[in-house]
């Protein structure tokens, strides 16, 4: 049991008490205030979407190189509704210095405008949650971190390197919405060799560059960048890397994925998870998955 010899010990507890009352109170508002902020980026994200071109024809194909005729013929059945919106689930890690830390993120995504809305936690440890808000929307790039959805921690863009550099991200995870690949979902093509394409994407004064790298069962296994790194504030080698193809309403996609830094002295990687469409809506649907 506690004692006190004096009044002026229960008045420091009482006050300690009222601070930490405060402090609870303070970040339950700071956090339904961030809540509110990536609800209402991802709303209009959603909301700005619009019906993209017709159903896939496999007779376009003929305008896509062939690597990436070959995975298209592989991922998307034919007919296929084009993907106009959705939502993504990821579980996995990411890296802050040495050390790895468990992760869950919601990505929302739109095909036309091109754009998407990441809203993660990173478990730093016990009761440590960082909040991350990371968002390509109408031509700019966000980046946002906060201790316990509170204290700011980093608050990065719109910039054009930023902004370049969200596209990138965008362009290289299209193998979930594998329809902006086709002729007419705004991206041009270069083919390079047999195995590999570049993929160009303008939005607006935003452009952006991925080359698909395509492996022997004809799906896509691999992307390279060169995409802006905030920590040097320019650009250099960036990788993602593919596994674990799966059907999901009938389009074949990866479930596993990681992406990371390529240096002289290696790669870098920083993040990877395990990932789970949880519904696309498509260009003739009328129900909204997110």
Same mark, same amino acid.
């Given at each position: 049991?506690?004692?006190? @010899? =004096?009044?002026?010990?229960?008045? +420091? /507890?009482?006050?300690?008490? !009222? %601070?930490?009352? &405060?402090?609870?109170?303070?970040?339950?508002?700071?956090?339904?205030?961030?809540?509110?902020?990536?609800?209402?980026?991802?709303?209009?994200?959603?909301?700005?979407?619009?019906?993209?071109?017709?159903?896939?024809?496999?007779?376009?194909?003929?305008?896509?190189?062939?690597?990436?005729?070959?995975?298209?013929?592989?991922?998307?059945?034919?007919?296929?509704?084009?993907?106009?919106?959705?939502?993504?689930?990821?579980?996995?890690?990411?890296?802050?210095?040495?050390?790895?830390?468990?992760?869950?993120?919601?990505?929302?995504?739109?095909?036309?405008?091109?754009?998407?809305?990441?809203?993660?936690?990173?478990?730093?440890?016990?009761?440590?949650?960082?909040?991350?808000?990371?968002?390509?929307?109408?031509?700019?790039?966000?980046?946002?971190?906060?201790? @316990? =959805?509170?204290?700011?921690?980093? +608050? /990065?863009?719109?910039?054009? !390197? %930023?902004?370049? &550099?969200?596209?990138?991200?965008?362009?290289?995870?299209?193998?979930?919405?594998?329809?902006?690949?086709?002729?007419?979902?705004?991206?041009?093509?270069?083919?390079?060799?047999?195995?590999?394409?570049?993929?160009?994407?303008?939005?607006?004064?935003?452009?952006?560059?991925?080359?698909?790298?395509?492996?022997?069962?004809?799906?896509?296994?691999?992307?390279?960048?060169?995409?802006?790194?905030?920590?040097?504030?320019?650009?250099?080698?960036?990788?993602?890397?593919?596994?674990?193809?799966?059907?999901?309403?009938?389009?074949?996609?990866?479930?596993?994925?990681?992406?990371?830094?390529?240096?002289?002295?290696?790669?870098?990687?920083?993040?990877?998870?395990?990932?789970?469409?949880?519904?696309?809506?498509?260009?003739?649907?009328?129900?909204?998955?997110?």
């Amino acid at each position: 049991m506690l004692t006190f @010899r =004096s009044g002026w010990g229960r008045r +420091a /507890v009482v006050l300690a008490l !009222g %601070l930490a009352g &405060g402090l609870a109170a303070a970040t339950r508002v700071g956090r339904r205030r961030f809540d509110d902020r990536i609800r209402t980026q991802a709303g209009e994200l959603i909301s700005a979407a619009q019906r993209p071109v017709p159903r896939f024809d496999p007779t376009d194909l003929a305008a896509l190189p062939a690597p990436i005729q070959r995975h298209v013929e592989r991922a998307l059945p034919a007919g296929q509704r084009p993907i106009e919106r959705g939502r993504l689930r990821q579980r996995g890690e990411f890296r802050l210095g040495s050390a790895w830390h468990p992760l869950t993120a919601t990505q929302w995504f739109t095909t036309r405008p091109p754009g998407f809305v990441w809203d993660a936690t990173i478990d730093l440890a016990p009761l440590l949650p960082v909040r991350v808000f990371d968002a390509y929307h109408d031509g700019e790039g966000r980046l946002e971190a906060r201790l @316990r =959805s509170t204290l700011p921690l980093a +608050a /990065v863009g719109p910039s054009p !390197g %930023l902004n370049e &550099g969200e596209l990138v991200r965008y362009l290289a995870e299209a193998v979930w919405y594998p329809t902006a690949l086709l002729p007419g979902g705004g991206v041009t093509w270069d083919s390079i060799d047999d195995s590999s394409a570049r993929a160009t994407l303008a939005d607006d004064d935003v452009s952006a560059s991925v080359v698909f790298h395509v492996g022997a069962d004809d799906r896509i296994d691999r992307v390279t960048a060169q995409r802006y790194r905030q920590e040097t504030d320019d650009v250099a080698p960036w990788v993602g890397t593919y596994d674990a193809y799966e059907s999901y309403e009938g389009i074949e996609i990866p479930t596993q994925a990681a992406v990371a830094w390529r240096g002289a002295d290696g790669d870098r990687p920083y993040w990877r998870a395990t990932v789970e469409p949880e519904g696309y809506v498509t260009a003739d649907a009328g129900e909204d998955a997110a």
